[in-house]
Structure formats: structure tokens, C-alpha cells
């Protein structure tokens, strides 16, 4: 899998490409493969969020996994599509995004990785 160099990503397996005045945000390859075939993904609709709260949860056949908020901000629309058929993640993770949200300040992109400092941290 390629991973793009046009977003951001944090230790949590998070990515977040910006979107106009928000972001879109979506799970990284590595960890649509650690959670193997998804099969739910539950957000907590309109929802204000603290960095480091779940923003809600995605399930698999083998486990399930909080999403972690990279930031303070709320959630703004869902996507439709992962409700409907949240398998496609897994198809194509850095396409299907997951939710969008807004940041209650301005991100600062020092405060994520980069493409090549995220490959490093999964490397281990």
C-alpha cells in the first residue's frame, strides 16, 4: 500500500486530509490490517470531542478498537457510505474516509507525522 504524502497522520493510526475549512479523517492502512475485515464503525453524530477522546469505534471479526481524537474539535458529517458498508476501508483505507470534523483551533501539522515519520513509527 502507497501511503499519500498529502495528509497527515498521528501515533494513533490516524489520517487527516484537510478539506476546506475541516478535515476529512480515516484510519491508516497499517491499522485497517492489525483490525482485519471491519464490520461496524460507530461515531458519536455532532459530537464535540476532546483530543485523545474515542470519537467513536470501529469493529472487526477480531476485536474493536476506540477511534482517538487527534485534537480538540467536533464531528460535522459522517460519512454515509462507511455505514452503509464499512468493509470498504479495508478495500481502500486512504480513500474512504471515515468522518469529517473541525478543529477548535488551527492544527498544527508539527503537532503529526509526516508520511516518512509515520513509516518509521510502524516500522517497530
Request: proline letters at 4%; aromatic letters at 10%.
Amino acid at each position: 500500500m502507497t501511503y499519500p504524502d498529502n495528509i497527515i497522520y498521528s501515533k494513533d493510526h490516524i489520517w487527516l486530509k484537510l478539506n476546506g475549512d475541516s478535515y476529512i479523517l480515516g484510519i491508516t492502512d497499517f491499522a485497517q490490517d492489525l483490525l482485519g475485515d471491519i464490520v461496524y464503525v460507530e461515531i458519536n453524530k455532532n459530537s464535540e470531542f476532546k483530543k485523545n477522546q474515542a470519537l467513536g469505534s470501529i469493529e472487526s471479526v477480531k476485536t474493536a478498537s476506540d477511534i482517538i481524537a487527534p485534537e480538540n474539535g467536533k464531528i460535522t458529517l459522517i460519512n454515509p457510505e462507511i455505514e452503509s458498508s464499512p468493509e470498504k476501508i479495508n478495500v481502500d483505507p486512504f480513500n474512504i474516509w471515515i468522518c469529517r470534523v473541525e478543529f477548535m483551533s488551527e492544527v498544527e501539522e508539527n503537532d503529526f507525522l509526516s508520511k516518512d515519520k509515520y513509516l518509521d513509527l510502524i516500522k517497530t
